[in-house]
């Protein structure tokens, strides 16, 4: 019965298609044509929805209508790493702007 | 979301293992449950398994078979729900099958919540690129 349960299908659209997005979203904030910083608004949209999931789930784990357990601790694991990727992003940003700041005389 | 894939596609993984483990719960839970003749035996219950298509993949239940619905007739005149020539109606649910079953199921479960961990530590290990 376990047999049906191959994703290497899956697995492999997934990261042909991930990181080809990824570099053509870096190269159009590259070109600094004002576009890039509300892509940035919008992934803060999207942590702000994983949180909110996460938060959902919760009050099912205590009030017992969660069907799955798996899915607050994955949802709690996915806001978490998406909070962190967010803080790396901020946390770069404000490193580049404070280098540039330094550029006088 | 395609940003946490594999986590994604592992939890569908647990949702389909979640739901066997169910079925053989129930299964074994009614291993003993007593029908009389003229009834219907308990219908041992098999999840079956199918793939996603389109999107991330992953596995999804497409369905719940029922076994059969005849059983095993046993011979047991003392008890209460035995017809007139003395039996009664086994649900016909092999033990070492079912355990066998709920042994993969676990073990299924475990493989993919094993997958979530290691993609988080990997999407983790992506957020140190470049510091310091």
């Given at each position: ?39 940035v608004?919008?992934?803060?949209d ?28 994955i ?31 | ?63 719940v ?23 009664v ?44």
């Open positions: 019965m376990t047999v049906p349960i191959s994703a290497i299908a899956g697995l492999s659209s997934v990261t042909s298609v991930a990181p080809t997005q990824s570099v053509a979203e870096t190269a159009g904030t590259a070109s600094t044509s004002g576009a890039g910083f509300a892509n608004l919008s992934g803060i999207n942590l702000q929805q994983l949180q909110s999931t996460t938060n959902d789930l919760a009050v099912k784990a205590v009030t017992g209508d969660l069907d799955d357990v798996h899915d607050y601790t949802a709690a694991a996915e806001s978490s790493t998406a909070l962190e990727l967010t803080a790396a992003v901020r946390n770069k940003a404000v490193e580049a702007f404070n280098e540039i700041m330094r550029m006088q005389a | 979301m395609t940003i946490f894939g594999a986590i994604g596609i592992a939890s569908t993984g647990l949702t389909v293992h979640r739901k066997w483990l169910d079925a053989v719960s129930d299964n074994l839970a009614n291993v003993s449950t007593v029908r009389p003749t003229s009834e219907a035996a308990f219908r041992q219950k098999y999840v079956v398994a199918q793939e996603i298509t389109g999107g991330d993949g992953g596995v999804q239940v497409a369905g078979l029922e076994g059969s619905a005849e059983g095993r007739l046993v011979y047991e005149p003392t008890n209460p729900l035995a017809d007139e020539e003395g039996y109606r086994y649900p016909d649910i092999d033990m070492s099958s079912q355990m066998t079953q709920l042994i993969m199921a676990q073990r299924g479960y475990q493989a993919n919540a094993a997958v979530v961990d290691r993609a988080k530590e990997t999407y983790q290990a992506a957020l140190q690129i470049g510091r310091n």
